[in-house]
């Protein structure tokens, strides 16, 4: 198994641009999430997916897209790239319910100037 | 606001020494997780919790449910732990994981 797989590691972004953070899980999972981290902070919950078709947003949605077509893939769709969304993003996935193992992904760290 | 606190935010300890990391939350939960977050930046699972004791290897993770309270414990510490250790809720009710800002572990030789 590959577990979590996160695409690209490192992403910089001009103030503006679109982009599209990779992720995929080979546990057939159904419960998936996006997260960013920053100096200070805990970990925030972006957005979050219970299956293939059902997404939901998270404490810090705004300017990011995200879509579930199938039960492996979620991608994190930045729109239009600020500065403030400068910050590490790690995907996860695990069953609902939240009393299974967390599995995260290696992370990426995007730079936005 | 349901928040999710951690102590201390750093630790210093000598080898060999016995570890004890606190989270306390503010409101009913479901589920605690530990997890841990290497230098690298990679993020593992060591425990969930949802009542009780859990033991593997030389760590140790006790949950008190009407204190609202969790501490993870590290015995005979070894450089090799140094990391940031996150404690991570799952409120009753909610979906998805409310996360403590980490507690950053150094173990010196």
């Known amino acids: 198994n590959a577990g979590v797989t996160q695409t690209p590691k490192f992403q910089v972004l001009k103030t503006g641009q679109s982009m599209t953070l990779q992720c995929a899980q080979d546990m057939n999972h159904e419960y998936m999430s996006w997260y960013r981290q920053d100096p200070g902070m805990g970990l925030r919950l972006i957005h979050y997916s219970v299956g293939a078709g059902i997404t939901d947003q998270g404490e810090v949605p705004n300017g990011y897209n995200v879509s579930r077509s199938t039960t492996e893939d979620f991608p994190l769709r930045l729109l239009s790239a600020a500065p403030s969304q400068t910050s590490v993003y790690f995907c996860a996935s695990t069953y609902p319910g939240g009393f299974a193992t967390q599995y995260f992904g290696p992370g990426t760290r995007l730079l936005v100037l | 606001k349901n928040e999710v606190e951690q102590s201390p935010q750093n630790l210093t300890a000598q080898e060999g020494e016995f570890i004890t990391i606190n989270c306390s939350y503010s409101v009913g939960i479901s589920a605690l997780h530990w997890l841990q977050q290497h230098p690298g930046g990679g993020i593992v699972s060591l425990f969930m919790?949802?009542?009780g004791k859990k033991k593997h290897g030389r760590l140790i993770a006790t949950i008190n449910i009407q204190e609202k309270h969790s501490s993870l414990h590290i015995t005979a510490s070894h450089p090799r732990d140094s990391a940031v250790y996150i404690c991570a809720v799952v409120f009753s009710g909610a979906d998805g994981l409310t996360f403590g800002k980490g507690t950053h572990l150094i173990i010196q030789p």
């Open positions: 919790l949802s009542s």
